[in-house]
């Protein structure tokens, strides 16, 4: 089993002799560092320990490098918190805390280092005690320890083994994600990554995408602690060749300090962030950014993975924040990030001189517009219950969006595809959610807007009592302007007509709908039919029987509801001599088998005009076959 371990503590209290220690690997590897003592950047060692690999992250301590020290611990298994003896707790003790605790590691073993310079060492080891009291690390083990003299040194790997076994195994089903903290290019190699694995496997010559930069390259060779290997897989500290990758350079794109590897198509970069803030109840000694309300609208540095950039925050209830209190916030960001819902993040004052807060996002898909509402507070409220439950976020997201892809119900989900999948069908099945056309959606919402698409059809019917049926791309068009997708309009007409509307050419009705004339028209209508009935099967044009508009509203009324054929825009016939002709064709045809237009229609008596739009009908719903001149019975 593979697990990160990492150091955090105040400057020169023996971190990086620790390490060493505990590994044998120093892990200060720059000149810089080496003269002068101080860890600047991050360093790694490596260490067995029964079953498990450990990597070792060494993060500088001093308030200058603070960032280095945040962009190293945010994948940690176990912190080892380090504190002198001869020091005692220091501001870079207490920040170091603070940003453990805002980052989710609870996983903490308390190093008292230099142990053989305390004059008294139960009393330290009681002072650092009532330093971590009502903190979320007050019953850490402390284990005091000598980098020099050796002692602890094995009590120390003990208490690590110890909490390696107790961990709870990484969440499961979650996408691949490796932030980046180094980004080199050895000579003949090409681009080098390294960072700490989480989610599922990576797999040589698999294909990734680097974020924000949205540059896919492909794995050549994969290693961890200088060894080749065909995978990495989840708590690895793992270099990535990638010659396909180009490194970051002033005016172009490429990988760096802050990028994130993933899969392609999962994740995107975000520019808006829907968080739940809070702040520790005590300050930071000698930052007094950190003692003082944090400020609606105030600019901060937001670190999230080993990425940073600033950011507005933005408060939702409230114009300030204080020590101690927590609230919902959006974070408006500079530069866009690859953050997932359930990241955790470390908010530091704009002019980087404290660490303000932190806390869990909550929605990576989060919009500006309407943050400061009573709704988006529910929503939150809703969200923060369990912001790593996927089951949760879908329903919690409904309450938001309640109509959202299923291919994508969330920006930015942490979760595989196959295991997305496989839980909305769950929530189907169990009727927590309804699925259409590839679509999830509120079962509420879906039975609302498929009542709203029979009222609008039922309106217009009440409106347009002389017409069949409402045109079908007014429904349309109406429905989306209540919000719905056009991709769901198929699936919500399926469903009406199921259940007793009926669909008629270009036009949708309701099945019990049946057509009224006017009132204002009725005489129009009577003389057009007195009209029709005089002229038998040879009545006059179209246009002396509906000369203008009110008897040609009265003839459309008539045609749609039947009393007139329409046999062509020239051919009309009333009902009854319709039926007398159809009739007529019919009897001659079975009697002679099989007949000429001609002798169809001086048969019945009219004239070509009407005989022959009848038999191409006849011809078409396949009544009559044609052979040549000759029509006979099908």
Known sequence: MNIILGTAGHIDHGKSSLVKALSGIDPDRLPEEKSRGVTIELGFAHLNLGEFEIGLIDVPGHADFINNMVSGVGALDIALFIVAADDGWMPQSEEHLQILHYLGIRNVIIALTKCDLAEDLDFTVELVREEISGTHIENTPIIPVSSITGDGIENLKEEILKQAKALQSGPKHHIPRLSVDRAFSPKGAGTVVTGTLTGEALNKGETLVCLPENITASIRNVQSHNQALALSVSGMRTALNLPDLPLKQRGKPGVSRGSLLTLPDHLEPVAVLDVQLHRADRSISGQSATSRALKNTETVVLHHGTSRTRARVILNDRTALDLGEKCYAQLRLESPIAACVGDHFVIRDGGQQGTLGGGTILDAGAKARGFRTETRAHFLAQRSVSPYNLRELILSELLKNPAVLASQPLTNLPFTK?????????????????????????????????????????????????????????????????????????????????????????????????????????????????????????????????????????????????????????????????????????????????????????????????????????????????????????
């Open 418 to 634: 196959a295991y997305i999948h496989q839980t909305i069908e769950k929530l189907a099945k169990e009727k927590k959610l309804t699925l259409r056309s590839g679509w999830i959606l509120a079962p509420t919402w879906w039975k609302k807007i498929t009542a709203t698409a029979t009222e609008i059809i039922d309106l217009w019917h009440t409106s347009n009592t002389d017409a069949p049926s409402m045109p079908i791309g007014s429904w349309r068009t109406q429905l989306m302007s209540d919000g719905v997708p056009e991709e769901l309009l198929e699936a919500i007409e399926k469903h009406i007509l199921a259940h007793g509307y009926t669909k008629q050419k270009d036009g949708i009705a309701n099945e019990e709908h049946s057509l009224e004339l006017p009132e204002r028209l009725l005489p129009f209508a009577q003389q057009i039919l007195k009209s029709f009935q005089m002229g038998g099967l040879t009545p006059p044009p179209r246009v002396e029987i509906a000369p203008d508009e009110p008897s040609q509203q009265a003839l459309t009324f008539l045609i749609r509801s039947g009393q007139v054929i329409e046999l062509d825009p020239k051919a009309l016939l009333d009902h009854d001599n319709y039926q007398t002709l159809h009739k007529s064709v019919l009897e001659y045809l079975a009697a002679h088998e099989r007949a000429t237009a001609s002798e169809l229609r001086e048969h019945s008596g009219t004239s070509r005009k009407y005989i022959m739009p009848l038999l191409e009908d006849f011809d078409a719903k396949g009544i009559t076959i044609r052979d040549g001149d000759y029509r006979s019975l099908a």
